[in-house]
């Protein structure tokens, strides 16, 4: 299996690792809500954990850092070589199509796969293998795009086809899936996956922290706008509704104990 040549040509052009830790006050919203959530459903360490997609290792570095067993699964070689020069178990593999065994990790993580499938069935594949390789009451998290969200983004003059189809084909970057939030849930659910919550990483936040970046020309806003941004993300944890406000999505459930066979669409 192959991903759509633009998508491989953006990520072998560009630094997918800066965009969470350059600095910038979206990058690092999306870093700190990502691993705050994690650390608050993972299994303790040394668990183990399969980063599915995991570019060069931004999340896998701080979780191996902190004890887990982590390998990194990457289908693009640059993002495979990156991983591996930080002391990273690092592999080049397709979420639709592990090698790894059944059954054979704590947690999965898909934090990337997802944006960059735009067929539906490929999506399946994803989620079905992240079912296969977890063990029986592990973690699969994975994140997606809101389609909703680009309705605020009054810069954006497809908001209106993203919002209605979930697809961005665009010249300057890589072909984008946008996911309706009930529609992550149902995927995640069909795969076999139970005990699902649904989480805003960014929060309602984000279309304003980059209205302020066109405004200042700035990509860091401070302290005080980060720390308004998280308590805003933060806050729609209680409210679930608030949810749809959110460009970047995290869904994280679980394979049950009890083996529960995915819906083959």
């Known amino acids: 299996m192959a991903l759509l040549p633009d998508i491989t040509a953006f990520y072998e052009a560009g630094d997918e690792a800066g965009r969470l830790v350059s600095g910038r006050t979206i990058g690092t919203v999306e870093l700190v809500r990502t691993q705050e959530l994690l650390r608050a ?73 997802l944006y960059h499938l735009p067929d539906g069935t490929g999506r399946a594949r994803a989620w079905r293998e992240a079912h296969r390789v977890v063990k029986p009451g592990g973690l699969v998290a994975a994140a997606a795009l809101n389609r909703y969200a680009k309705l605020l983004d009054l810069n954006s003059p497809r908001a209106l086809d993203i919002a209605a189809t979930g697809l961005r084909v665009r010249r300057d970057g890589p072909t984008t899936y946008y996911h309706a939030p009930s529609e992550l849930c149902a995927e995640a659910r069909q795969a076999g996956l139970g005990d699902l919550t649904l989480y805003g990483l960014h929060g309602p936040a984000y279309e304003a922290l980059r209205a302020e970046e066109r405004r200042t020309g700035t ?3 401070g302290v005080k706008a980060l720390e308004t941004a998280l308590a805003a993300a933060r806050f729609t944890d209680g409210h679930p509704e608030l949810v749809v406000s959110s460009l970047h999505l995290l869904a994280v459930a679980r394979r049950p104990p009890v083996a529960v066979n995915p819906i083959i669409p």
Request: proline share 8%; glycine share 10%; aromatic share 4%.
């Open 219 to 221: 990509k860091n806003l």
């Open 41 to 113: 459903h993972l299994p303790p360490s040394p668990a183990s954990v399969l980063d599915v997609g995991g570019g060069p290792g931004v999340h896998a570095r701080w979780l191996t850092d902190s004890g887990y067993q982590v390998l990194v699964v990457d289908p693009v070689e640059k993002h495979v070589r990156q991983a591996r020069r930080q002391g990273l178990a690092a592999l080049v593999g397709d979420a639709r199509q592990l090698e790894q065994a059944d059954l054979s990790f704590d947690a999965v993580l898909m934090l990337g796969p």
